[in-house]
């Protein structure tokens, strides 16, 4: 079966171009995979823990001094830079 993929960027179009290699679709360890690539970059520049996990990311650290405090503040302003920069969402429940 010949599977082929074009990109779209606004409005602009790329060439239809052959799939030589894909994961299957409904693959879980696809999915996982890719959205860990995706969200790789998602603590460069927070001083704080940030666990990463499929369905959940977790921003964590001491707050005992101003100092604990002030990195999880800059932790979650950066977080928030880089979901708007992604166009993504958090599920705020979580």
Same mark, same amino acid.
């Given at each position: ?19 030589? @290699?894909?994961?299957?679709?409904? %693959?879980? /360890?696809?999915?996982? !995979? ?5 969200? &790789?970059? #998602?603590? +460069? ?5 940030? @666990?990463?996990?499929?369905?959940? %990311?977790? /921003?964590?650290?001491? !707050? ?5 405090? &002030?990195? #999880?503040? +800059? ?20």
């Amino acid at each position: 079966m010949d599977k082929q993929l074009v990109g779209l960027v606004h409005s602009s179009e790329s060439q239809w171009t052959s799939v030589i @290699n894909s994961v299957p679709l409904g %693959s879980i /360890l696809g999915l996982t !995979v890719f959205f860990r690539i995706f969200i &790789n970059d #998602i603590n +460069k520049g927070i001083e704080s823990t940030l @666990n990463k996990f499929t369905d959940a %990311s977790k /921003l964590s650290g001491a !707050v005992d001094t101003s100092e604990g405090w &002030n990195a #999880i503040q +800059k932790g979650l302003v950066k977080l928030k830079k880089w979901v708007h920069g992604n166009l993504i969402t958090f599920n705020k429940t979580k």
